[in-house]
């Protein structure tokens, strides 16, 4: 009796927590990116890694058309660079890439400001040491381990908010909010420009961050993986000369790339007054696929990728995928046309 009774209350946790956690379907996407890494059974050769900088900046649809460089972006809103380290260390576990590309802007970021952004990371990863390490690292004061293991303690109180979707994706599996890890945006809000950020009294990265690039360099060597770094063409925060100095030294040191795009804005071909969608904090799609076709072309020169658009599986599946972004561009821009939300289209 006592023992049916347990079953049956573990039961209606199990039915509650299903229900009750957060589906992601409405403006913020970015929570299905972590989890959504797990239905893509294929290989990438190219592993980017890091946070807004890299998965709305660049698109792996877009590497793929030129280059047929087969990527994935397992990136996340505010992903610290400790989050990075365990989000990499567990990809490694189910495939060896031939480079991983590292978006550095997140070594600015000392500590996690918002719990949402560590649940966003850590809810859709599936339990390992590295999820369980990842969340020791990142989490806030107040953050309890145990609603990390059982989110209905942490979200029993959205019953008030539940819609269609909860109940829709608490069993079903649902739609692919990325492309590859790419979060795709059409509309066009142009960069009118930030006001002055004050200056700093001490611009070194946290000793927390430089641990955890070290151990990202580390564990790419460790695994016969390259490293190559990148900052992205946010034009905010502002990326200071010191910043640029102590990744430059970094990455010198150990013989790693490092493009720091802001350098390259013209020969990218960007215009901030077409290019972004949030007044330059970060590329629409536009300016994301003018940035990958640069980005494609400086790895090809550097790293021997393999061209893998003459492969039927490949091709016939990334066909798929690229077909679906393109519509949905088209839908993006017809809607936020609807809308006018937009100043204006190409």
């Known amino acids: ?15 509650a927590q299903k229900i009750l956690s957060p589906k992601y379907m409405g403006k913020v996407a970015e929570g299905n990116f972590t989890e959504e890494y797990y239905r893509d059974d294929s290989k990438h050769e190219l592993l980017i890694i890091g946070n807004c900088e890299a998965y709305e900046n660049i698109s792996p649809m877009k590497l793929w058309e030129e280059y047929g460089i087969t990527s994935y972006i397992r990136g996340n809103a505010n992903q610290l660079i400790s989050q ?36 966003m990371v850590f809810d859709g990863m599936k339990w390992s040491a590295d999820k369980l390490w990842g969340i020791l690292s990142s989490r806030m004061e107040g953050e309890a381990l145990t609603e990390y293991v059982f989110p209905v ?47 700093k009294s001490d611009y070194s990265f946290s000793e927390k961050n430089a641990v955890y690039l070290e151990k990202i360099a580390d ?21 200071g000369e010191p910043y640029e100095e102590q990744i430059r030294e ?47 072309k400086q790895l090809k020169e550097q790293y021997d990728f393999t061209d893998f658009r003459e492969q039927e599986k490949l091709a016939k599946a990334y066909g798929h995928r690229l077909e679906e972004y393109r519509r949905e561009i088209e839908e993006q821009k017809e809607e936020f046309e609807r809308l006018g939300y937009i100043r204006k289209f190409r």
């Open 1 to 15: 009796m006592v023992l049916g009774s347990f079953f049956v209350f573990l039961g209606i946790m199990f039915l």
């Open 84 to 119: 990075s380290y365990y989000l990499l260390k567990e990809a490694l576990r189910y495939e060896k890439p031939k480079v991983v590309l590292l978006s550095i802007q997140a070594m600015t970021v000392a500590e996690q400001s918002s719990e949402e952004y560590n649940r």
């Open 153 to 199: 303690l942490r979200y029993h109180s959205r019953w008030k908010e539940l819609t269609r979707e909860d109940f829709l994706y608490a069993f079903q599996e649902k739609p692919l909010k990325s492309y590859n890890g790419y979060y795709l945006r059409a509309d066009i809000r142009p960069f009118t420009g930030f006001p002055s950020e004050r200056r």
């Open 219 to 239: 564990l790419c060597r460790e695994n016969g993986v390259e490293l190559a770094l990148m900052k992205g063409p946010g034009m905010y925060p502002e990326w």
């Open 250 to 296: 970094f990455a010198d040191e150990r013989g790693l790339v490092y493009m720091n795009t802001l350098l390259h804005m013209e020969e990218i071909g960007l215009d901030l007054s077409e290019d972004t969608y949030d007044e330059g904090l970060h590329l629409n799609v536009y300016g994301a696929e003018k940035l990958s076709v640069w980005l494609g």
